[in-house]
Protein backbone atom coordinates (compact mmCIF):
# COMPACT_ATOMS: atom_id res chain seq x y z
CA UNK A 1 0.00 0.00 0.00
CA UNK A 2 1.33 3.59 -0.76
CA UNK A 3 1.71 6.49 1.45
CA UNK A 4 -0.15 9.28 0.80
CA UNK A 5 1.85 12.67 0.45
CA UNK A 6 1.91 15.31 2.43
CA UNK A 7 -0.04 18.53 1.11
CA UNK A 8 2.76 20.76 1.18
CA UNK A 9 5.00 17.85 -0.91
CA UNK A 10 2.05 17.80 -3.49
CA UNK A 11 1.48 20.93 -3.66
CA UNK A 12 5.58 21.84 -3.98
CA UNK A 13 5.69 19.48 -6.58
CA UNK A 14 3.00 20.85 -8.47
CA UNK A 15 4.50 24.69 -8.22
CA UNK A 16 8.18 23.67 -9.41
CA UNK A 17 6.08 22.05 -12.40
CA UNK A 18 4.84 25.47 -13.27
CA UNK A 19 7.39 26.89 -12.52
CA UNK A 20 9.62 24.23 -15.02
CA UNK A 21 6.68 25.09 -17.21
CA UNK A 22 6.73 28.69 -17.51
CA UNK A 23 10.33 29.03 -17.79
CA UNK A 24 9.59 26.41 -20.84
CA UNK A 25 7.04 29.14 -22.52
CA UNK A 26 9.21 32.18 -21.45
CA UNK A 27 12.72 30.86 -23.06
CA UNK A 28 9.99 29.96 -26.10
CA UNK A 29 10.76 26.48 -26.57
CA UNK A 30 8.53 23.56 -27.32
CA UNK A 31 7.79 20.47 -24.62
CA UNK A 32 9.57 18.48 -27.45
CA UNK A 33 12.48 20.42 -27.64
CA UNK A 34 13.06 20.75 -23.47
CA UNK A 35 12.58 16.67 -23.64
CA UNK A 36 15.03 16.12 -26.31
CA UNK A 37 17.60 18.45 -24.59
CA UNK A 38 16.91 16.92 -21.11
CA UNK A 39 17.31 13.26 -22.90
CA UNK A 40 13.72 12.36 -21.14
CA UNK A 41 10.32 11.34 -23.23
CA UNK A 42 7.57 13.93 -23.90
CA UNK A 43 5.27 12.29 -21.65
CA UNK A 44 7.64 12.23 -18.35
CA UNK A 45 8.15 16.10 -19.07
CA UNK A 46 4.51 16.48 -19.01
CA UNK A 47 4.35 14.89 -15.54
CA UNK A 48 7.05 16.69 -14.40
CA UNK A 49 5.29 19.67 -15.61
CA UNK A 50 1.64 18.87 -13.92
CA UNK A 51 3.06 17.95 -10.38
CA UNK A 52 3.42 14.38 -10.48
CA UNK A 53 5.58 13.24 -7.43
CA UNK A 54 6.45 10.15 -9.03
CA UNK A 55 8.94 11.79 -11.79
CA UNK A 56 12.97 10.40 -10.58
CA UNK A 57 14.86 13.57 -9.38
CA UNK A 58 17.40 13.05 -11.90
CA UNK A 59 14.26 14.25 -13.95
CA UNK A 60 13.89 17.33 -12.51
CA UNK A 61 18.14 18.14 -12.32
CA UNK A 62 17.88 16.87 -16.37
CA UNK A 63 15.10 19.30 -17.17
CA UNK A 64 16.61 22.15 -14.62
CA UNK A 65 19.87 21.88 -16.88
CA UNK A 66 18.00 21.86 -20.02
CA UNK A 67 15.78 25.30 -19.05
CA UNK A 68 19.49 26.93 -17.66
CA UNK A 69 17.94 27.61 -13.90
CA UNK A 70 20.37 23.61 -12.69
CA UNK A 71 22.82 26.54 -11.01
CA UNK A 72 19.47 28.75 -9.55
CA UNK A 73 18.01 25.24 -8.74
CA UNK A 74 21.21 24.12 -6.81
CA UNK A 75 21.51 27.25 -4.74
CA UNK A 76 18.12 27.44 -3.21
CA UNK A 77 18.90 25.18 -1.32
CA UNK A 78 22.86 25.84 -0.55
CA UNK A 79 22.80 26.22 3.25
CA UNK A 80 25.86 28.57 2.96
CA UNK A 81 23.86 30.77 1.01
CA UNK A 82 22.16 31.55 4.27
CA UNK A 83 22.79 33.47 7.35
CA UNK A 84 21.63 30.44 9.38
CA UNK A 85 24.11 28.08 7.08
CA UNK A 86 26.89 30.62 7.06
CA UNK A 87 26.85 31.05 11.06
CA UNK A 88 26.51 27.18 11.57
CA UNK A 89 29.43 26.44 8.72
CA UNK A 90 30.96 24.63 11.29
CA UNK A 91 29.02 21.94 11.17
CA UNK A 92 29.12 21.07 7.84
CA UNK A 93 32.08 18.39 6.63
CA UNK A 94 32.17 20.90 3.15
CA UNK A 95 33.58 24.48 2.99
CA UNK A 96 32.31 27.24 0.52
CA UNK A 97 33.98 26.64 -2.80
CA UNK A 98 32.00 29.57 -5.14
Do not use: C, N
Amino acid sequence: MAKTLPTAVVRSAQEIGADFAAWRKILGLTAAQVADRADVTRDTLRKLETGDSTVGFHVVLRVARALGVLDSFTSAVDPLDTDLGRARAGQLDRKRVR
